[in-house]
T-cell receptor, first 108, second 118 residues
Framework: DAKTTQPPSMDCAEGRAANLPCNHS???????VYWYRQIHSQGPQYIIH???NNETNEMASLIITEDRKSSTLILPHATLRDTAVYYC?????????FGAGTRLTVKP | DARVTQTPRHKVTEMGQEVTMRCQPI?????VFWYRQTMMQGLELLAY????????DSGMPKDRFSAEMPDATLATLKIQPSEPRDSAVYFC????????????????FGEGSWLTVV
């Protein structure tokens, strides 16, 4: 599976959009981009995934560049409860392996 | 609301004791994963099963760890004998995966079993 690069930490003001970047320059054509988050002491929570097209659900939007070498997870109106570690994962096979993620802190 | 259920949620045990962690995957899911999380190593994939058969256990220390699926509703991870370095949070996850369709199916996680070996 392709490796991903994420900033180790980010801050965001409450009520503003949080834009979390992820680089995956070695992604192959049939690898999916997944985003999970982990709130302290809880299990990883699925957020969204995509292959080529941008995706949106009730939690977030996923923007994938045309060359698929990077993506951005957008939380449109961040709340204090969105403070968590966010993982970007590129997945080809049946398993899924996590990197270090981005620690997002939403501040009042 | 379907979810992965893990027991026990917390366990403190003495070095040398056997520890068994249990997982009930989401009903209908055919694949079960075991992960371990520590501050130093992050989230590591230990093993996973499909239709109760082990697919990959290359991440699991073989000398003391064993994983099984006695039936489709129960997965177990056993450590015998336990050591202080096994202290971690162990997560079970499940998915309904179709082989050769790779990564298009979502994996759902339980809340974890917090293990402390003293």
């Amino acid at each position: 599976d392709a490796k991903t690069t994420q900033p180790p930490s980010m801050d965001c003001a409450e009520g503003r959009a949080a834009n979390l970047p992820c680089n995956h320059s070695t992604i192959s054509g049939n690898e999916y981009v997944y985003w999970y988050r982990q709130i302290h002491s809880q299990g990883p929570q699925y957020i969204i995934h995509g292959l080529k097209n941008n995706e949106t659900n009730e939690m977030a939007s996923l923007i994938i560049t045309e060359d698929r070498k990077s993506s951005t997870l957008i939380l449109p109106h961040a709340t204090l409860r969105d403070t968590a570690v966010y993982y970007c994962i590129v997945r080809l096979t049946n398993d899924m392996r996590f990197g270090a993620g981005t620690r997002l802190t939403v501040k009042p | 609301d379907a979810r992965v259920t893990q027991t026990p949620r917390h366990k403190v045990t003495e070095m040398g004791q056997e520890v068994t962690m249990r997982c009930q995957p989401i009903l209908g899911h055919n694949t079960v994963f075991w992960y371990r999380q520590t501050m130093m190593q992050g989230l590591e994939l230990l093993a996973y099963f499909r239709n109760r058969a082990p697919l990959d256990d290359s991440g699991m220390p073989k000398d003391r760890f064993s994983a099984e699926m006695p039936d489709a509703t129960l997965a177990t991870l056993k450590i015998q004998p336990s050591e202080p370095r096994d202290s971690a949070v162990y997560f079970c996850a499940s998915a309904d995966l179709i082989l050769r369709q790779g990564g298009g199916n979502t994996i759902y996680f339980g809340e974890g079993s917090w293990l402390t070996v003293v």
